[in-house]
């Protein structure tokens, strides 16, 4: 039989009762919050602590204006949920320094993706009893964002209603993906796009996104495994800028899950998460689901992952080739995600290697057509318009064809 030696038990980690002690700031109430190993705090002290995060977000960048209109996108869940808080408490009369903004709600309804049946009425009970104006917008309307009409107005709420048509092209462009990998990264880039298309029909000039530090430390690890590193700088930091018109805020970007879930609890909040494309799915079915189990498994055994990766990943910054550097020209955009092209690579970079191990092969192969039809020559085209990442993504697709969103896009961009 097998023995369990002494030394072979697992070393347990030994966790003070910090009820028997007093709060860490005020040293008067019992605390309720442990936000760090040793950080013990009460309920009074933690929620001034989390507005006190949320508002130097915006102190310390003064990107937003006073009287500026800002879209905030709402999906339900715990960020989101904590984020529309804290903006109506900034609001507040009995705020001390109030917020100066113009906020406005958006719901993309993404029960497309999942054939989520049940109704968002809980999300619209949450965003009307706001007070600030709304809008619910399905996905699938992305694919038709040039006939998209939509009221500035400041009253009621908006709903966005798609078509058949639109649905059915929706549904073609997600099966054509071979993987989740794929799908999750395509719905990704479909929900920015329509946040910025909305945005600007709307006339604002902000977005304001409900990411964490434990979000963005996964994204950071994952973009890298699918080619999008050249790109962190915008996925991770507190304001992306790749769209100059309208810039997409991160003030939640300084709070761990933790924190938000302990805020959402102290102040009675419920958010409602919604089933998404992986829900129930095991760790493996793609890069993001297994960075985050990586992560979140690394983070129970040792409370400095998240922060060492977050404040690993502000370190890093945009390099301009020198011929862009010389000639004091601006990075080329990316059709899709607005990014600067980064595949203007040497000739002996791995990129080149991997273009020229694709020709052999197709080269190589007995059934290879000598003549392109419009479709090989469409994604010829469009692939010179798209970054790296942007590449892998349409190169994953079965059958590519030129969805209307992108046509909307690339014109724009011209």
Not at 10 to 22: G, I, N, Q, T, W
Not at 48 to 55: A, E, L, M, P, V
Not at 297 to 306: A, D, M, N
């Amino acid at each position: 039989m097998c023995s369990i030696h002494e030394y072979d038990q697992p070393e347990r980690r030994v966790v003070d009762d910090f009820r028997s002690k007093l709060c860490m700031k005020c040293k008067t109430e019992e605390p309720v919050v442990v936000i760090r190993t040793h950080d013990p705090l009460c309920r009074g002290c933690f929620l001034q602590y989390c507005t006190h995060k949320f508002r130097s977000a915006f102190g310390k960048t003064r990107l937003v204006r006073d009287g500026e209109k800002a879209l905030v996108a709402f999906s339900g869940g715990h960020s989101s949920t904590a984020l529309l808080h804290l903006i109506q408490e900034g609001l507040s009369e009995r705020a001390q320094k109030k917020l100066r903004f113009v906020p406005s709600l958006i719901h993309i309804d993404e029960r497309i993706v999942t054939g989520f049946t049940d109704s968002s009425e809980d999300i619209e009970k949450i965003m009307t009893s706001s007070s600030f104006p709304c809008c619910l917008i399905p996905l699938e309307k992305v694919m038709s964002v040039q006939d998209l009409e939509l009221k500035n107005t400041t009253q009621d709420i908006q709903r966005v209603k798609s078509n058949k048509s639109e649905e059915e092209c929706f549904r073609k462009l997600l099966r054509s993906t071979k993987s989740l990998t794929a799908k999750e990264e395509l719905i990704k880039r479909l929900r920015s796009n329509l946040l910025h298309i909305v945005a600007e029909k709307l006339g604002h000039t902000k977005i304001i996104v409900g990411d964490c530090c434990t979000h963005l430390s996964i994204n950071l690890l994952s973009n890298m495994a699918l080619g999008q590193g050249a790109h962190l700088p915008f996925e991770t930091g507190f304001a992306d800028t790749r769209d100059q018109n309208v810039l997409v805020i991160r003030p939640m970007r300084e709070f761990t899950s933790k924190e938000v879930a302990f805020l959402n609890n102290l102040t009675g909040l419920k958010p409602h998460v919604l089933p998404t494309l992986l829900t129930k799915g095991q760790s493996n079915v793609s890069i993001n689901r297994l960075t985050e189990e990586f992560v979140l498994g690394l983070q129970s055994k040792f409370p400095s992952t998240v922060s060492t990766i977050f404040r690993t990943g502000e370190k890093l910054d945009i390099v301009e080739s020198e011929g862009q550097t010389e000639r004091n020209e601006s990075a080329k955009q990316c059709a899709v995600c607005k990014g600067p092209i980064d595949t203007n690579a040497g000739e002996c970079s791995a990129m080149k290697a991997t273009e020229f191990s694709e020709t052999i092969c197709k080269e190589a192969r007995s059934d290879a057509i000598v003549n392109e039809d419009k479709s090989s020559s469409i994604l010829k085209s469009m692939l010179e318009e798209l970054c790296y990442g942007c590449r892998l993504l349409v190169r994953d697709m079965l059958s590519f064809e030129v969805p209307g969103h992108l046509v909307y896009i690339e014109k724009s961009c011209l």
